[in-house]
């Protein structure tokens, strides 16, 4: 029987950056805030000792149970989607923190063109430009109007980082909160050989703090060690801006704020207006809860925003073939083919890559966005060309020139000489959404609790695969660049193999200025539940270049605001 708790401001499900930043500042403004999270509670305690890589980096011990949970995939509509059940082909995220705990750090800001990407394209070059299929459509917001937002969460996360160099990258009110990570000799290889073909690099936006800082809420972060152990890693050092050593101890401080762990969110509870709570599971004892609140915010993973709204039957579905509806809509992120580039291979040259961390590298954005012509080019948008040291673990080092035997006497030599000869430059690019790729509720598998899982409908467009092929040539050219004696390119492949690696999924509950064409308002805010918000990158209507969690933090500080904004004024549409 389910038992009815008494009733609160807000009720959060998820704690992650979207969650963690809400519960924050609702919660500071003198709200009652509940956050449920699936997983367990955890703290920078919980991670000492933990620098396994076989057990975490191989083995991805910080993901979810996909035993419990997982989503189905498919490429077409008449194929029969099947369930993803191993943690090598999809990495979500659970515990306290979510995937912000063990994230490696990088914090770009999404471009001036991604928020108008339909109206810039067109503007240029015409309606023509875009596909048929392509669903390109704006954000219905502005970067200078989110601008403030990323600022404030590069500040709470303690950000390291320096000002891109190119005359074409946005433009930021201040300075990021810590200088930049370290230049190492590879990472100055990188940045001389880009600048040598007109390039503008810089070292990557990092969650890997530089130096001790207190941010503006009062908390800590302490200096990275460069330990290598971070990427997959929860930070014993408390050394990566997460949600663990930020926000969440920010609301608990305030009194206001109740954190309940081990509760799986099962339903939004609804009377077709508003919604009027949370109805989830404990999954220490299995009793079932219903938590009332005022607002409901899903702050939790792209999967699992799409699916509850799904199962609590709120919005209207997004249907492939009428190409009308919201939810599901619009299904996009950076995996599989928006990883690839070229490796390079050194005979005289010795690096030392086994100390690193999650964000210590150079990008250059010279080709990212439409801040190259794009007339005579067949794809739209374009990537980041980049190089890390994230720290080479000792299972993972064992990269060898392509033509190399994968066993015996000539793997060996190989493996052994070029452990510390080989780099790496790969190629970000974005990802547009299509008719085709969408989420909905799959009809034969289920969860624990016999709920239907998620399906995932994706496949690769001649769009994707015409991008990739132009990053991984530019990559190509930077490695040549650097010296290398032998270059090995990454080959695209023509379909998606279902292998989700990559962590970045988007999509599904999308923003926008049209309650047509999108799920939710610029706040964030459902278009047909004024009081449900719906926080992460669920809300992107296409995936830029970068890697999402600025953006995902700056969305959460404007719905935070909107939510405030809402509950003073007694509700109503906050657009």
């Given amino acids: 029987m389910v038992k009815k708790l008494n009733k609160v401001d807000v009720v959060v499900v998820g704690t992650g ?76 995220g659970t515990d306290l923190g979510g995937g912000s705990v063990h994230w490696a750090g990088a914090t770009y800001r999404f471009i001036p063109y991604d928020f108008e990407i339909y109206t810039q394209t067109v503007e240029r070059y015409g309606k023509e430009k875009i596909p048929e299929g392509m669903m390109l459509q704006d954000w219905g917001i502005t970067y200078d109007e989110m601008e403030k937002y990323y600022d404030r969460f590069e500040k709470t996360a303690g950000i390291s980082g320096e000002q891109d160099p190119n005359p074409d990258a946005p433009k930021h009110s201040s300075d990021y909160p810590n200088p930049p990570t370290k230049e190492t000799p590879n990472i100055k290889l990188f940045k001389e050989a880009a600048k040598s073909l007109g390039y503008h690099p810089y070292q ?4 890997n703090i530089t130096q001790h800082y207190e941010n503006p809420d009062g908390e800590t972060i302490n200096q990275c060690v460069y330990c290598a152990f971070c990427t997959q890693y929860g930070c014993d050092f408390g050394a990566k801006g997460d949600p663990i050593v930020t926000v969440i101890p920010t609301a608990q401080k305030t009194g206001n704020f109740e954190l309940r762990t081990e509760s799986y969110a099962r339903r939004v509870l609804h009377n077709g207006t508003k919604a009027t709570g949370v109805l989830y599971v404990d999954m220490v004892t299995g009793q079932e809860y219903e ?39 619009n299904y996009n992120g950076q995996f599989g083919i928006t990883f690839l580039g070229a490796r390079g291979f050194f005979n005289n040259k010795k690096f030392n890559l086994y100390m690193g961390a999650g964000a210590l590298g150079a990008n250059f954005t010279d080709l990212t966005g439409d801040n190259f012509d794009h007339t005579d080019l067949d794809f739209i948008h374009g990537g980041g060309v980049e190089h890390r040291q994230y720290g080479d673990g000792a299972i993972a080092s064992n990269k060898v020139p ?174």
């Fill in 402 to 575: 392509k033509g190399t035997s994968r066993w015996g006497s000539e793997f060996k030599k190989n493996a052994i000489y070029y452990a510390n000869r080989n780099l790496l430059v790969w190629y970000t690019p974005a990802v547009m959404s299509w008719w085709h790729n969408y989420t909905d509720l799959d009809p034969t598998y289920t969860d624990i609790f016999n709920d239907p899982l998620l399906r995932v409908t994706f496949k690769y467009t001649d769009q994707d695969r015409n991008i990739a092929k132009f990053g991984v040539e530019k990559c190509r050219e930077v490695v040549e660049a650097m010296g290398a004696d032998i270059v090995d390119e990454d080959e695209v492949p023509e379909e998606f193999d279902h292998i989700y690696q990559g962590g970045h999924y988007a999509g599904g509950v999308i923003m926008g200025a049209d309650k047509n064409t999108s799920a939710v308002n610029t706040y964030l805010q459902m278009w047909d539940v004024e009081n449900l918000f719906v926080v992460g990158a669920s809300a992107f209507p296409h995936f830029s270049n970068h890697h999402p969690t600025a953006t995902v933090g700056a969305l959460a500080y404007r719905a935070a605001e909107g939510i405030e904004k809402y509950l003073k004024n007694g509700g109503g549409s906050l657009v």
């Fill in 17 to 92: 950056w979207a969650g963690g930043i809400i519960a924050a500042e609702l919660s500071k403004a003198g709200y009652q805030v509940v956050a449920l999270e699936r997983g367990e509670e955890k703290s920078t305690k919980d991670y000492i000792g933990v620098k396994d890589e076989l057990r975490f980096t191989n083995r991805f011990e910080m993901m979810q149970d996909l035993s419990h949970e997982t989503i189905t995939s498919r490429n077409t509509l008449e194929e029969t989607a099947l369930p993803v059940r191993t943690k090598h082909e999809i990495g979500v």
């Fill in 291 to 329: 938590q009332p609140a005022d607002v409901v915010v899903l702050a939790a993973f792209t999967f699992t925003n799409n699916r509850l709204l799904m199962l609590s039957k709120i919005g209207e579905p997004y249907d492939p073939k009428t190409r009308k509806g919201v939810i599901g809509r």
């Fill in 204 to 207: 990557v936006p990092s969650a």
